[in-house]
């Protein structure tokens, strides 16, 4: 199989350019974007990324979750189909890049190809995957978990955002609800380009890193209840006060990932106190325990510690407690023949890199139950994301979309 020489390059002014046009749709108020799942931006954002795939010669693919499938042919049609692709939602203080660099990076592939005049073997399919953040519809990454066969179609249907607005009446309200049916395509392999969301690869000075591994997730929502009464008239000795609760739990989750440091993570981001009134004892709290390791087994003793010690914390100030399943994965390994092609494409390109473990989910953590699949990653600013200030430098765009490129093409088999 003939591997891409090391003048095959992209466009990284284009890809750029075609960042920043991405960006002016579902504008944040601090200079990122506030592009969610689904939401009449959302359905923008898909209209301007369709228009650019027509305008590439791509056929575009729906299907019953609205992920999108624009379709570059190969010599060979039959031949299953090399998919590439990230996600255009963002969290609702997100920044330019975070899954926009995967899928406008795939379609500079093809751009890049029709510039050069290539033809490959394999199609190549280029993908938006709806509702990756997970943060109006939870869990993240719900359609490429439909996709992979993780969740039923009708569960995520009914999924409900903080209006009680449902996931599927939401896809069929901005028109982007497809026929195809979700998990019905056969790929002959997977690769997602993403910005790291963390620090080390700058720490580093590293150009590109090569993900070997995702790291497992949990989220368990925690529903506290207590008491609603007066802050003023109540006495302490009687109170029931679900806010404290929550608080000294959210303490716990934070000794709980200290203590298996480095690699733990825990917090809560989504946090609810009810009625939230300034001279009302909270009578309830709802959060979300977000728990990560590349390890299952420190997972597992996470969570029941946390299960254990908040309803110690609960029972001895009287309020009741509940736990909540609502998301999780385990660790996943990436297949070694793409992660290869990928750390041979850096090598082959000249560019710095090292081995790296994703500390956040992707699609691609669902796709690799279906296909052959990896991810590259390439430097964030301060590793900062799900923040509009998040920032990358457009030479680790390009770094991270010519070694996507190269192993995407060299998957395809480019034909003489
Ligand atoms: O939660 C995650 O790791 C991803 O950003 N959805
Ligand atoms: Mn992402
Ligand atoms: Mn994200």
Request: hydrophobic residues 40%; glycine residues 12%.
């Amino acid at each position: 199989m003939p591997t891409p020489g090391e003048n095959l390059k992209i466009n990284g002014e284009r890809l750029w350019d075609s960042l920043m046009e991405m960006s002016r749709i579902g504008p944040g108020v601090a200079g990122g974007n506030n592009r969610q799942t689904l939401t009449d931006k959302d359905g923008e954002g898909r209209k301007l990324f369709q228009s650019w795939c027509k305008a590439a010669g791509m056929t575009m693919g729906l299907d019953t979750m609205g992920n999108m499938f624009a379709r570059r042919e190969g010599t060979h049609p039959n031949a299953l189909p090399v998919y590439v692709g990230s996600h255009l939602d963002t969290q609702p203080t997100g920044g330019k890049y975070d899954g926009v660099l995967g899928v406008l990076g795939g379609l500079e592939i093809i751009r890049s190809l029709n510039d050069l005049g290539i033809k490959t073997k394999h199609p190549i399919v280029v993908t938006n995957w709806t509702n990756e953040e997970g943060t109006r519809f939870a869990p993240a990454m719900l359609a490429s978990g439909v996709f992979a066969g993780v969740h039923a179609e009708d569960w995520a249907y009914d999924r409900e955002d903080a209006a009680g607005r449902r996931f599927g009446d939401e896809l069929v309200r901005i028109g982007w609800r497809g026929e195809e049916k979700t998990g019905a395509r056969r790929m002959h392999a997977f690769f997602e380009l993403h910005i790291e969301q963390g620090p080390i690869l700058e720490a580093e000075g590293k150009d590109i890193g090569v993900v070997t591994h995702g790291q497992g997730v949990s989220w368990i929502q925690v529903t506290i209840t207590g008491k609603e009464s007066h802050t003023g008239s109540t006495p302490m000795p009687v109170r029931k006060n679900a806010g404290l609760g929550m608080a000294r739990v959210l303490d716990l989750v934070d000794k709980i990932a200290w203590s298996h440091a480095p690699h733990a993570v825990g917090a809560a981001g989504h946090i609810d106190v009810r009625p939230n009134s300034r001279n009302v004892i909270p009578g309830t709290a709802v959060f979300t325990v977000d728990f990560r390791s590349p390890e299952r087994a420190v997972i597992e003793d996470m969570e029941s510690r946390l299960k254990t010690g908040a309803s110690d914390i609960c029972k001895a100030i009287g309020l009741e407690i509940a736990f909540e399943k609502v998301a999780g994965f385990d660790p996943v390994t990436f297949d070694s023949d793409c992660v290869t092609a990928i750390r041979a494409a850096a090598e082959r390109l000249g560019y710095s890199h090292r081995d790296i473990i994703s500390g956040a989910g992707h699609d691609a953590c669902w796709i690799t139950r279906v296909a052959p699949t990896a991810m590259v990653m390439c430097p964030c600013v301060d590793g900062l994301s799900h923040n509009e200030a998040e920032e990358i430098r457009p030479e680790w765009a390009t770094a991270g979309a010519n070694v996507l490129f190269h192993a995407v093409v060299e998957t395809a088999q480019i034909v003489e």
